[in-house]
């Protein structure tokens, strides 16, 4: 399985981007996700939806942030608005299998500033 993340870039505070990240291979995707890292922190996790369409967001994100699923496309998207300086970091897609095996996406760099 291979996720491949694009949609980063630069934008301004109060602007926005949309991630995308698709899965190849055919595979059943319980969990899809993303997680971000800012310079000299950890990976944290930002939003998660569940093939159900369930879904989990930061504390950070809540109210700014919507992650969606494309099951037919194994893709996952992260639109995010109102963005802040405190959001730029490099951002992961990972995504988890029914069988519980999960795979991370290469990074895309957020960078957020006037």
């Known amino acids: 399985v291979q996720l491949q993340a694009s949609g980063g870039g630069l934008a301004q505070p109060g602007g926005s981007l949309r991630l995308s990240c698709a899965a190849s291979g055919s595979i059943s995707i319980k969990n899809m996700a993303w997680y971000r890292q800012a310079p000299g922190e950890q990976r944290e996790l930002v939003a998660l939806i569940n093939n159900g369409g369930r879904t989990h967001y930061a504390d950070a994100v809540k109210g700014r942030f919507t992650i969606s699923r494309d099951d037919v496309e194994n893709t996952v998207y992260l639109q995010m608005n109102s963005l802040k300086p405190g959001d730029t970091a490099v951002y992961y897609c990972?995504?988890?299998?029914?069988?519980?095996?999960?795979?991370w996406g290469k990074g895309t760099q957020v960078t957020v500033s006037s």
């Open positions: 990972y995504a988890e299998t029914v069988y519980g095996r999960g795979y």
